[in-house]
């Protein structure tokens, strides 16, 4: 039989989807500790939470600094994140000290190009505003050029980092009629050629496009990259669009694009902060979208993602394999 002192302590920072819970409690050596909220963990709570912890399993929204670990102590064998980013983690901090990362990419792939769609054709089609208008009373009888926006059918589509999501986009998107996609990233990618996407330069791609998709992750060298000088590039009958994180766009340029009609529409699913204020200069403008970053919203995807941050966690406190781990 174990003994209590062999339990290893886990915190987890959030009341997670049960697919995950219900793998974390039937696992005879852990000690569950949980953050019993839908809201996230304040920053004493999170510190005294991880005190002497193997393992944690945190959010997008938890800041895993260096403080985090210093608090957390020797012990901590494992961080599991409920994401697929992980740009709110000290990775550098975390390799010095020998941790190992989870994170749950793939499974919310099709979730998340689902909704950047969505969210694409809504902000093209000022699905909000219409909406609007029939709830005030605007809504008076059919004319020819009320509420007119942008169709798919025939336009360029620039999509900013091809990866798993960025493909997953494409492919959705070419059936409606697209009839250039173009990408730009890092390198050309193999897998392009299922959608007949063409490698360009950036600023080819900001110029040329009719609708802009931001797919990229965070880096220094992507954060801030959607500025004045990107906005003045682009057409002023584009559309942007970013389900990537938030500091990938200068919101006060993009707020002086859309206002001074430079580019007609952006949909956002990401922001700087999360939640935006509500009396954010963005959210006065009819040509602005903005979701609360629910791009991987599906009861099923975030039941599976929930049960892969369970087992990531599991497999780095037993020093085995992880199903879905970060290599640094």
């Excluded at 997008?60 to 985090?68: P, R």
């Excluded at 390799?95 to 950047?116: F, H, S």
């Excluded at 959608?195 to 950036?202: I, R």
């Amino acid at each position: 039989m174990q003994t209590a002192a062999k339990l290893m302590k886990v915190f987890v920072t959030r009341r997670i989807p049960q697919e995950g819970m219900k793998i974390l409690s039937a696992a005879a050596e852990c000690e569950v500790s949980l953050w019993d909220s839908d809201e996230p963990v304040s920053r004493a709570e999170l510190l005294k939470g991880v005190q002497g912890a193997h393992g944690l399993l945190c959010l997008l929204s938890d800041k895993i600094d260096a403080e985090v670990l210093d608090a957390a102590g020797p012990n901590l064998k494992v961080i599991s994140t409920l994401s697929v980013g992980f740009d709110h983690m000290a990775i550098d901090e975390i390799k010095k000290r020998g941790i190992r990362v989870g994170y749950t990419p793939d499974v919310l792939t099709d979730a998340t190009a689902e909704l950047t769609v969505a969210l694409l054709l809504a902000t093209a089609r000022r699905l909000p505003e219409g909406v609007e208008e029939v709830k005030n009373g605007g809504w008076s009888s059919w004319k020819p050029l009320w509420l007119c926006g942008y169709g798919l059918s025939g336009s360029t589509v620039g999509i900013i980092g091809l990866g798993r999501i960025g493909m997953a986009i494409a492919q959705r998107l070419m059936p409606f009629g697209v009839k250039r996609l173009l990408y730009s990233g890092r390198t050309a990618k193999a897998h392009a050629t299922e959608v007949n996407g063409e490698f360009v330069p950036l600023d080819t791609l900001v110029s040329e496009s009719d609708f802009i998709v931001v797919s990229c992750s965070l880096t220094p060298e992507t954060q801030g990259l959607c500025d004045k000088a990107f906005f003045s590039k682009m057409k002023n009958t584009a559309v942007f669009i970013n389900s990537s994180r938030g500091a990938v766009v200068n919101q006060e340029d993009l707020y002086e694009a859309l206002s001074s009609g430079q580019i007609a529409a952006a949909g956002l699913d990401v922001t700087t902060p999360e939640p935006l204020p509500t009396n954010h200069p963005l959210l006065t403008l009819k040509n602005c979208v903005v979701l609360p970053h629910i791009g991987s919203a599906t009861y099923s995807t975030r039941g599976i993602m929930s049960a892969l941050a369970a087992r990531n966690l599991l497999g780095g406190l037993q020093g085995t394999e992880m199903p879905s781990e970060l290599n640094f």
